[in-house]
């Protein structure tokens, strides 16, 4: 299972989500409220000390930083192949 933790204004968190749109996997949201400093609370700075979002839990497996997580996704799925791009 996928778990992202994004925000609608991140490019970044665009980056991963457009990764798992052209690779066709499903994954579930937690919507961080970056412009109310959700990224800053406890609990979300223990999986991302760097509060900020995107976010990857993958089956437990915490993954940070957005380009980080897209070369995870396109390595784990074959099809289609894409490449990274930088934030
Ligand atoms: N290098 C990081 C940058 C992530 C980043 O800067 N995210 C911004 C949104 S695009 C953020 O969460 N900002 C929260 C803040 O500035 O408090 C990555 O690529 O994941």
């Known amino acids: 299972?996928?778990?992202?933790?994004?925000?609608?204004?991140?490019?970044?968190?665009?980056?991963?989500?457009?990764?798992?749109?052209?690779k066709g996997i499903?994954?579930?949201s937690r919507y961080v409220e970056i412009l109310k400093g959700e990224q800053f609370e406890p609990d979300y700075l223990?999986?991302?000390p760097?509060?900020?979002?995107?976010?990857?839990?993958?089956?437990?497996?915490?993954?940070?930083?957005s380009t980080i997580i897209a070369e995870y996704i396109n390595?784990?799925?074959?099809?289609p192949p894409l490449s990274a791009y930088r934030c």
């Open 75 to 79: 390595d784990l799925f074959d099809a």
């Open 46 to 48: 223990k999986i991302n």
């Open 50 to 65: 760097n509060a900020v979002v995107p976010t990857l839990v993958h089956d437990g497996y915490v993954i940070i930083e």
């Open 1 to 22: 299972m996928f778990i992202l933790y994004h925000h609608g204004s991140s490019v970044c968190a665009a980056k991963v989500r457009l990764t798992f749109a052209e």
């Open 26 to 28: 499903s994954w579930e």
